[in-house]
């Protein structure tokens, strides 16, 4: 995929991978950011988390503007 981001300073080619991971039967999210969130007890938690993770970040993004 080819995009910009709003940080980004010129479009990149953007590589889609699966965020979840489960380490101990437990499930973690990656964020662009570079951290792990979690532990989440199932995949569906962690997958409800990622988009509540998300619209945190957008309403950050659209206080700052």
């Keep these: 995929m080819f995009g910009k981001r709003a940080q980004d300073p010129a ?4 590589f889609r991978s699966d965020r979840i991971c489960r380490v101990n039967s437990e ?3 990656n964020t662009r950011e570079g951290t792990q969130e979690g532990p989440f007890a199932s995949r569906e938690a962690a997958e409800r988390e990622i988009k509540a993770y998300i619209a945190r970040m957008q309403q950050l993004t659209q206080v700052a503007s």
Excluded: L
């Design 11 to 14: 479009p990149t080619t953007i």
């Design 27 to 29: 499930f973690y999210f």
